[in-house]
């Protein structure tokens, strides 16, 4: 069978990382990149061996790709969303979806009728730690979930081209562009709905002295996001980007009435103080024996090393290429799924400027309700 061809739209830190996965992937192969910068696009050509391109309308048309991968700044994917939309070929875009609910909602509309599929790039429900405690939510471990609790402490925004992960207009805010992951694995884990969000964040650490065309960079550093869901279920995150050294960049739990899961996910190698790569862990706090049981979760160096984010790219990347290949069936995250993520983390931004409860009916109906 011939191999799955890509081509890679945006080609900067993320889109180099999809490059990549897609490498070890068997049956997949990049065939061509896209980027406006000569910088990025020569350093993804030289990294996929694949045709370059500058405009992304010239890919689409070249005919040498039959999936596509959306991964440029945030602020672009409306648009660019809406010519691959055209097209009948698989798209993976990465998160999130759009920068505003809005902007998410007219690309649902605009996918109706679409039988090729549309999947939105959550890389964290993949973490293999994850994974692992999302299969022991299912086995009931757990018993009835009721709370999830997430912490994530990492370090700052990395540099990108122009530095435009530095604004609120261009990421829809640090709660959409960073956390939107966090809020579909509530939603994922508490099998539910949120209703209503309340936040407390600020930008008092990262990048004040930082000044771009006489502007001061906007985005919150650090913050506090409860999630009230629809089956009265409840989930909060905590942020701290500015807390380099933690021992786990996140701790992702779900407490039941029999048990604490924990997924506990180390940062990225080239972070670390050795540089090593570090195994994650699972563990289960069960309630009857008031005991801990802690399990190494392995996984192969090779997938590690090829990007950022735990292995979670290359499995994601798996699961999408053999969505494409059995030719038929959903995305495991889909458009609705990405919509909630914007709209949690877009309420989430109000409630830190209003110092209110964002009663999430206000922002009108999302079509997401069923997924």
Same mark, same amino acid.
């Given at each position: /069978?011939?191999?799955?061809?890509?081509?890679?739209?945006?080609?900067?830190?993320?889109?180099?990382?999809?490059?990549?996965?897609? *490498?070890?992937?068997?049956?997949?192969?990049?065939?061509?990149?896209? !980027?406006?910068?000569?910088?990025?696009?020569?350093?993804?050509?030289?990294?996929?061996?694949?045709?370059? +391109?500058?405009?992304?309308?010239?890919?689409? $048309?070249?005919?040498?790709?039959?999936?596509?991968?959306?991964?440029?700044?945030?602020?672009?994917?409306?648009?660019?969303?809406?010519?691959?939309?055209?097209?009948?070929?698989?798209?993976?875009?990465?998160?999130?979806?759009?920068?505003?609910?809005?902007?998410?909602?007219?690309?649902?509309?605009?996918?109706?009728?679409?039988?090729?599929?549309?999947?939105?790039?959550?890389?964290?429900?993949?973490?293999?730690?994850? @994974?692992?405690?999302?299969?022991?939510?299912? #086995?009931?471990?757990?018993?009835?979930?009721?709370?999830? =609790?997430?912490?994530?402490?990492?370090?700052?925004?990395? $540099?990108?081209?122009?530095?435009?992960? %530095?604004?609120?207009?261009?990421?829809?805010?640090?709660?959409?562009?960073?956390?939107?992951?966090?809020?579909?694995?509530?939603?994922?884990?508490?099998?539910? !709905?949120?209703?209503?969000?309340?936040?407390?964040?600020?930008?008092?650490?990262?990048?004040?002295? $930082?000044?771009?065309?006489?502007?001061?960079?906007?985005?919150?550093?650090?913050?506090?996001?409860?999630?009230?869901?629809?089956?009265?279920? %409840?989930? /909060?995150?905590?942020?701290?980007?500015?807390?380099?050294?933690?021992?786990?960049?996140?701790?992702?739990?779900?407490?039941?009435?029999?048990?604490?899961?924990?997924?506990?996910?180390?940062?990225?190698?080239?972070?670390?103080?050795?540089?090593? #790569? %570090?195994?994650?862990?699972?563990?289960?706090?069960?309630?009857?024996?008031?005991?801990?049981?802690?399990?190494?979760? $392995?996984?192969? @160096?090779?997938?590690?090393?090829?990007?950022?984010?735990?292995? =979670?790219?290359? +499995?994601? &990347?798996?699961? +999408?290429?053999?969505?494409? %290949?059995?030719?038929?069936?959903?995305?495991?995250?889909?458009?609705?799924?990405?919509?909630?993520?914007?709209?949690?983390?877009?309420?989430? @931004?109000? =409630?830190?400027?209003? &110092?209110?409860?964002?009663?999430?009916?206000?922002?009108?109906?999302? !079509?997401? =309700? *069923?997924?």
């Amino acid at each position: /069978m011939a191999p799955i061809r890509y081509g890679i739209i945006g080609s900067g830190m993320m889109g180099q990382e999809h490059i990549r996965n897609i *490498a070890l992937l068997d049956g997949a192969q990049v065939t061509a990149v896209c !980027d406006p910068h000569e910088g990025m696009r020569a350093q993804a050509q030289a990294l996929a061996g694949a045709e370059a +391109f500058s405009d992304h309308r010239a890919l689409l $048309e070249s005919g040498i790709c039959d999936a596509y991968v959306l991964a440029a700044p945030n602020d672009l994917h409306a648009s660019l969303m809406g010519d691959l939309l055209k097209t009948d070929a698989p798209i993976l875009c990465e998160k999130p979806l759009a920068t505003t609910s809005a902007e998410c909602r007219a690309l649902m509309q605009a996918a109706k009728g679409r039988r090729a599929p549309v999947w939105v790039a959550m890389e964290y429900r993949y973490m293999p730690p994850v @994974e692992r405690l999302r299969a022991a939510l299912t #086995e009931g471990c757990a018993g009835t979930p009721r709370m999830v =609790s997430i912490r994530e402490h990492r370090f700052p925004f990395l $540099e990108k081209v122009g530095d435009w992960n %530095r604004f609120n207009a261009r990421t829809g805010g640090t709660m959409v562009e960073k956390c939107c992951h966090f809020f579909d694995l509530m939603r994922l884990l508490l099998g539910s !709905d949120p209703i209503r969000v309340y936040a407390s964040g600020g930008a008092d650490v990262n990048h004040k002295q $930082e000044c771009y065309d006489g502007r001061a960079p906007d985005i919150v550093d650090h913050g506090f996001v409860t999630v009230d869901f629809k089956n009265g279920t %409840r989930a /909060m995150l905590e942020l701290c980007m500015f807390a380099e050294g933690a021992h786990w960049q996140e701790v992702v739990s779900v407490t039941g009435d029999k048990a604490r899961l924990d997924a506990c996910v180390p940062g990225p190698a080239r972070f670390s103080p050795d540089g090593q #790569e %570090r195994h994650s862990e699972f563990v289960i706090a069960d309630r009857a024996s008031k005991r801990e049981t802690r399990e190494v979760i $392995e996984v192969d @160096e090779r997938i590690l090393r090829a990007g950022d984010h735990h292995g =979670s790219t290359y +499995f994601q &990347h798996a699961r +999408f290429r053999d969505l494409i %290949r059995k030719g038929h069936g959903q995305p495991e995250v889909s458009l609705a799924d990405g919509t909630w993520s914007v709209l949690v983390g877009e309420a989430a @931004e109000q =409630s830190m400027r209003s &110092h209110q409860v964002i009663d999430l009916s206000e922002f009108g109906e999302t !079509d997401a =309700s *069923a997924a």
